[in-house]
Structure formats: C-alpha cells, structure tokens
C-alpha cells in the first residue's frame, strides 16, 4: 500500500505566529523549515492531513481475504475486503476509485475510508501486473482545531531551542506534543 502527494505541504501556522511565540524576529531562516518539520510530525502523529491536500492510495494486493497471515485459498466476493482505510485521511472528497483498470461507481466515503459495493471485479488478484485497487482523494481537516495548531508551534519552538539535540520523534516526547496530541489521532476523538 501506498498513499503519495504531489501537493506541497503547507503548515497551518505561520512563521509570524512562531516568532511571536519564542520572542524571535519573524525573518529567522531557521522558522520556515522548522514549522514545515513540526508540521509534518504532526501528520504522521495524527494519521490527518492537516491543509487540504490531494492523496492517490495505491493497492497491489486487494482483495484482502481473511488474516494477512492465513489467507483463504478459494476466493469468495462476499469476502472481499469492502472498507479500505485511507492513509491521512479526513476525507473531504473523492474522485476516484479503479479496481484493477475498472472504475468503481457506487462506493460510499466515508471520513477515514471507502466503502467498495458487492461486486467490485477483482479478477487480476494477485497477478501484480497493474494496481488491484487505486482511489483518488482530497483529505484535510476542516477548520484545523485551534489547539493542534498550538502543538505545532509547541513542537516548532522545542526544535528551535533544542536543535542539533534530538530529532523530531525525539522532541514529540520530550516536547510533550505526542500526549497532548493523543486525543486527536486518527481513531481517537471525532472532529
């Protein structure tokens, strides 16, 4: 599975916002980047886009059949993996969705998935020669909650005071940013 952008990423927070937080002048070179850095750790903490982006999920291997470990060996499509969890998501939309060179018509999204109808072909499974399941969407949360855009600059201010001292999973602990993010993670609290 994989999940890309091509959109740039952009931090909800600006780099006036971060100066005025650490008492700094807001031309420091060194605030563009460390936002864009706390930024990112966020995502991947959360599991949510944070700025609208658009996101492309490429499957090889659906149908996902029973454990990933103890596969069925006869395939049934009433089996068939129906809700396929979107990396990043809070989806806002989603444009489109192809089951091995198919598109998919009928699917229903959801806020963190999609749900494929009964019936969806998967005749190519496992013949790894084009992607079994591809679905184009847009995730973003919509309004980003006041208090992640805090952890931001929290996290933004901690590799400022601390950089060459640790790296950015390091200064989620020790910044305190990872417990206080906990509530908003991907299957945590509804937005």
Known sequence: MTAKTSDPLASP???QELADYIGVASTDPLLAGLLLAATDAVIRLLQYDLEPRNW???LWDWPTQG???S???SPSPHNLKREIDLPYAAVQSVTSVTAYGEAVTDFVARENSVMLPAGVPAEGYGDNTEPALVIEYSAGLSPIPDSIKDNIKMLAA???EHRGECDVNDALTRSGVAVLLQPFKKYGVVF
Do not use: D, G, M, S
Request: charged share 5%.
């Open 71 to 73: 596969p069925n060996l």
């Open 67 to 69: 454990a990933r470990t």
């Open 56 to 58: 492309t999920l490429t």
């Open 158 to 160: 901690f590799l400022y």
């Open 13 to 15: 927070v600006t780099a």
